[in-house]
C-alpha cells in the first residue's frame, strides 16, 4: 500500500472556481509534506513546504494544510486559472510521493 | 538564472546498450536527486548527493544503474545495460542548506529503450 495517497486522482473544474485536493499518508516520521506543480513535459515546481508543526502555508492562491494528528494535508485552489491546469503531487520527507492528482482547468 | 539543466533532454537506444544522463545543478546548491517517473510507479527517489557524496542510494533499482558527482557542478547516472524496463523520464533536481528548503527541477531526460 502507498504510503502517500492523493484523492480525487482528477479533476475538471470551471475557470475562477476554487478546489481542494486531498492527501493522506502514513509515513512515519516525516522531515516535511511538499506539493509540487507538475505542467505536462516539464519538472515539478515547488508550491509550498511545511514542516510537522505548521498547519498552513500560502503560495499566491496556492495554500496547504497539514493535520499532522489525522495525517491529512490538502491543497486548495482558489479563483483558478487555465494556467492551473497541471498534475499536483504530494511529497512526505523522506521521499514518499503521492500519485499525484490531475487537475484541467477549462474556460 | 539558469536552473537545473538536464541532458539530453531526449534519448532513445536500443536495449544493451550504456545509457548516460547528465546533470548541472543551480550553482551554490549542495544537495543533488535523481528521480524517475513512469505512468504506472509515478515518481521515485533514486539517489541523492550531498556536498558531492552519495547519502541515500536505496532507491537505485538494480546494479545496472550507477550515479556519480565528481564535482559540485556535474552529475551523471548511468546505466549499463539498459532494458525495456528502464523506459521513463529521469529529473534531476538540486537543493540548498537543509532539508526544509525547496528542490528546484530540471525538466528532464526522456529515456525510451527500444
Known amino acids: 500500500k502507498n504510503q502517500v495517497e492523493q484523492s480525487p486522482q482528477s479533476l475538471i473544474i470551471l475557470e475562477g472556481k476554487n478546489c481542494t485536493l486531498q492527501?493522506?499518508?502514513?509515513?512515519?516520521?516525516?522531515?516535511?509534506l511538499r506539493w509540487y506543480k507538475q505542467d505536462t513535459g516539464r519538472g515539478p515546481v515547488s508550491l509550498t513546504i511545511m514542516t510537522f508543526s505548521e498547519n498552513t502555508k500560502s503560495n499566491g492562491r496556492y495554500t496547504a494544510t497539514l493535520d499532522a494528528d489525522t495525517k491529512q494535508s490538502s491543497l486548495h485552489i482558489t479563483a483558478s486559472q487555465l494556467s492551473d491546469s497541471a498534475s499536483y503531487i504530494c511529497v512526505v520527507t523522506p521521499g514518499r510521493f503521492g500519485a499525484g492528482t490531475r487537475l484541467t482547468v477549462k474556460p | 538564472d539558469a536552473g537545473v539543466i538536464q541532458s539530453p533532454r531526449h534519448e532513445v537506444t536500443e536495449m544493451g546498450q550504456e545509457v548516460t544522463l547528465r546533470c548541472k545543478p543551480i550553482s551554490g546548491h549542495n544537495s543533488l536527486f535523481w528521480y524517475r517517473q513512469t505512468m504506472m510507479r509515478g515518481l521515485e527517489l533514486l539517489i541523492y548527493?550531498?556536498?558531492?557524496?552519495?547519502?541515500?542510494d536505496s532507491g537505485m533499482p538494480e546494479d545496472r544503474f550507477s550515479a556519480k558527482m565528481p564535482n559540485a557542478s556535474f552529475s551523471t547516472l548511468k546505466i549499463q545495460p539498459s532494458e525495456p524496463r528502464d523506459s521513463a523520464v529521469y529529473f534531476c533536481a538540486s537543493r540548498a542548506g537543509v532539508v526544509n528548503q525547496p528542490q528546484h527541477f530540471g525538466d528532464g531526460t526522456r529515456l525510451s529503450i527500444l
Open positions: 492527501c493522506n499518508y502514513t509515513v512515519s516520521p516525516f522531515s516535511n
Open positions: 548527493f550531498n556536498n558531492n557524496v552519495p547519502i541515500d
